[in-house]
Structure formats: structure tokens, C-alpha cells
């Protein structure tokens, strides 16, 4: 259960768009189209952005969206605001009902 | 609206015990499978364990089986986590989390707690 990678950090300009990675291995993320985003703010509790690899919960920004291809998912943020500025968690199901987490990416709005 | 309260952290010697709730309100909490994670102080969050809706199914990460106990009562919809055995890496916040989809699907994390911090030292 070692944890997914995820780069430690990814800044941009207020419009702009970045990509957040996060790399597992073929019994987690390459296995199973079952990986999750969360947003979590500073002293907050994780949000749910992102289910099922693209899917977006109701009230989530479709600045938002998810990708994956072989062991690496991705979350793409379109038209970052300052308000998307956050760490961000990966997530993916690891089979037999456990629950992998990726490392978290801090973003930073320039 | 859904809310989810965690309670019962506090300061812990090493190997003594403790036992968190998460009293759940807002949905139809034996519908869904609740599950337990942690953020250690300034680092990532841990998948800790997850028990379906009826609570026959109990599952944890090798960080924790066989010292933390995964319990629920559906007719207090409430969450527990019993541990055991307890060493400073427990230290953390503690969330309880609600499954997005019911039933056997467990997948993803849709509410979470506020959190609760459990401080293991001597």
C-alpha cells in the first residue's frame, strides 16, 4: 500500500490551466477506473471534486476535470482562480476494499 | 444536510487505547459505508479502514490491522473506530467519511467530519 506520487507542487496564473499527475502502479490506479480527487484547504476537511477517474459531484466547477491513462491519472484545472489554491489528494481503489492515497500536490495561484 | 461529528481524541500514552465516534446525521446512514482517515500533523492523507453499510465487512491498511477495530450502530448512526496498541505514528487527525454511492460501493469520500486529533505521547 505504498502511497501514489503526486508532484509536490504546481503553480500557475490567474486563467491559466495545470495538470496535477498522480502515478500508481498496475494493482491500483492501472487496475481499476476508480480514482478520486480531493480539494483541501488549509485547516479544512477534504472536498470531493473528482469520482470514478472524470466525474464531477454536483456543485463542482467544470473548470475541473479527470483523465487517467495506464498508471497515471490527472486532474486539470481550467481557468485557475485564487480560490483553487489548495492541496490536492489522488485517491484510487487498491482492490480487496482498501484505499490508496497519492502523496498531495500543493497549488499555487501566481 | 449531511453532517458528520467526530469526537473523542485527545493526548494518549504509547500502547494504551482509545476510541473515536462519528455521529452521522442527514441521510439514510445504513445505506451507505463509512470509512475512517487520517493526516498526520503537516503531511498527506491515510486510508485507514472502511465498513459497508450493514457492517458485516470490515477493512483496514496494514498500518493499522489487527490494533484498530472498525464498528458501526445503524440504530444510532453512529461511526466507531476502537485503537489499540497506539504509537506516536498514530498521531493524526482523524476524519470519518461518507461513501458517495450506497451499498457495497465504497469507492469514493463525498462528506467529511471536521476531524478529530489523536495525540500519542508520553
Known amino acids: 500500500q505504498s502511497a501514489l506520487t503526486q508532484p509536490a507542487s504546481v503553480s500557475g496564473s490567474p486563467g491559466q490551466s495545470i495538470t496535477i499527475s498522480c502515478t500508481g502502479t498496475?494493482?491500483?490506479?492501472?487496475?481499476?477506473?476508480?480514482v478520486s480527487w480531493y480539494q483541501q484547504h488549509p485547516g479544512k476537511a477534504p472536498k470531493l471534486m473528482i469520482y470514478e477517474g472524470s466525474k464531477r459531484p454536483s456543485g463542482v466547477s467544470n473548470r475541473f476535470s479527470g483523465s487517467k491513462s495506464g498508471n497515471t491519472a490527472s486532474l486539470t484545472i481550467s481557468g485557475l482562480q485564487a480560490e483553487d489554491e489548495a492541496d490536492y489528494y489522488c485517491c484510487s481503489y487498491a482492490g480487496i476494499s482498501t484505499y490508496v492515497f497519492g502523496t498531495g500536490t500543493k497549488v499555487t495561484v501566481l | 444536510q449531511v453532517q458528520l461529528v467526530e469526537s473523542g481524541g485527545g493526548v494518549v500514552q504509547p500502547g494504551r487505547s482509545l476510541r473515536l465516534s462519528c455521529a452521522a446525521s442527514?441521510?439514510?446512514?445504513?445505506?451507505?459505508?463509512m470509512h475512517w482517515v487520517r493526516q498526520a500533523p503537516g503531511k498527506g492523507l491515510e486510508w485507514v479502514a472502511v465498513?459497508?453499510?450493514?457492517?458485516?465487512?470490515?477493512y483496514y491498511a496494514d498500518s493499522v490491522k489487527g490494533r484498530f477495530t472498525i464498528s458501526r450502530d445503524n440504530s444510532k448512526n453512529t461511526l466507531y473506530l476502537q485503537m489499540n496498541s497506539l504509537r506516536a505514528d498514530d498521531t493524526a487527525v482523524y476524519y470519518c467519511a461518507k461513501s458517495l454511492l450506497m451499498w457495497e460501493q465504497t469507492y469514493y469520500f463525498d462528506y467529511w467530519g471536521q476531524g478529530t486529533l489523536v495525540t500519542v505521547s508520553s
Open positions: 442527514g441521510f439514510t446512514f445504513s445505506n451507505y459505508g
Open positions: 465498513i459497508s453499510y450493514d457492517g458485516i465487512h470490515k
Open positions: 498496475s494493482s491500483d490506479v492501472g487496475s481499476y477506473n476508480l
